[in-house]
C-alpha cells in the first residue's frame, strides 16, 4: 500500500486565521481524497482532490471554506479558511491504493492533522 | 441518502474475552465494504468485503458479508489490551465515496 504522509500533525490556531495542511504519497494515485473528524464522530468526506481540475465537493463543504489544490499525482493541500472553533478536528488525506484495480474502494489514510481552533 | 450503522456504540470487555462488531448499511449501488481499526488519529485498514459468504481473516479477526441482509460482522478472538480501539464501518456505493458508520469504541481490559 501507498505511504502517506501530512504535515503539520497537529496545530493551535486562532479564529479567523488560515491553516494549510499537506498530503504527500510515496507514489502516484489517482484518487485522493481529504476527510474530516470532528470530536467524538465519525469520518466525513469533504472533497474528492482531482489532479489538474477543481477539487469534487460533497454537500456541506464550499471551496471558498475549503480551498484543496492537486498539482500533481503524489501531493495535495487542503486549507481551512476563516477558522473558527468549529473547525477544530482531525483532518485527514486518504488514497485509493494504486496497485488496486478501478473498481477498488480500497483506501488509506494518512496519520492525520489535529486542528485546535480557539 | 447512504447510510451505515455500527452496533453496539462501545463495549468493554476482558482479556481473552471474544467479540462481534455489527455493522448495516443502506447504500445506493453497493461495491465494497471496509473495516478500519483507528487508535489515535489515522484509521488502519483491516478487511475490504465485497461478496457474501466468504469470510475474511487475519490472525484474531475475520470478518464476513451479507449481501442480502445488507450487514457485516467483524469478529476478534482471545482479545488482547492492543485492540483497544475505535472499528470503522466504511461502505462504498456509487462514484468514489465512502460512508463511514460512527464507529464502535472498543475497550479492553487485563
Known amino acids: 500500500s501507498a505511504v502517506i504522509s501530512q504535515k503539520p500533525s497537529r496545530d493551535i490556531c486562532q479564529r479567523g486565521t488560515s491553516l494549510t495542511i499537506q498530503c504527500q504519497v510515496d507514489?502516484?494515485?489517482?484518487?485522493m481524497f481529504w476527510y474530516r473528524q470532528q470530536p467524538g464522530q465519525s469520518l466525513t468526506l469533504i472533497a474528492t482532490a482531482n489532479q489538474g481540475s477543481e477539487a469534487t465537493y460533497e454537500s456541506g463543504f464550499v471551496i471558498d471554506k475549503f480551498p484543496i489544490s492537486r498539482p500533481n499525482l503524489t501531493f495535495s493541500t487542503l486549507t481551512v479558511s476563516n477558522m473558527s472553533p468549529e473547525d477544530s478536528s482531525i483532518y485527514l488525506c486518504s488514497v485509493k491504493d494504486p496497485l488496486a484495480g478501478g473498481s477498488s474502494y480500497e483506501q488509506y489514510f494518512g496519520p492525520g492533522t489535529r486542528l485546535t481552533v480557539t | 441518502e447512504d447510510k451505515v450503522v455500527q452496533s453496539p456504540l462501545s463495549l468493554v470487555v476482558h482479556e481473552g474475552d471474544t467479540v462481534t462488531l455489527n455493522c448495516s448499511y443502506e447504500?445506493?449501488?453497493?461495491?465494497?465494504l471496509l473495516w478500519y481499526k483507528q487508535e489515535k488519529k489515522a484509521p488502519t485498514f483491516l478487511f475490504m468485503l465485497?461478496?457474501?459468504?466468504i469470510e475474511k481473516k487475519s490472525g484474531r479477526l475475520s470478518s464476513i458479508l451479507d449481501k442480502k441482509e445488507l450487514f457485516s460482522i467483524l469478529n476478534i478472538t482471545a482479545t488482547q489490551t492492543g485492540d483497544s480501539a475505535i472499528y470503522l464501518c466504511?461502505?462504498?456505493?456509487?462514484?468514489?465515496?465512502?460512508?463511514f458508520g460512527g464507529g464502535t469504541r472498543l475497550m479492553v481490559k487485563p
Open positions: 465485497t461478496s457474501s459468504g
Open positions: 466504511a461502505v462504498g456505493g456509487a462514484g468514489n465515496m465512502l460512508t
Open positions: 507514489s502516484q494515485v489517482t484518487m
Open positions: 447504500v445506493t449501488n453497493f461495491r465494497s
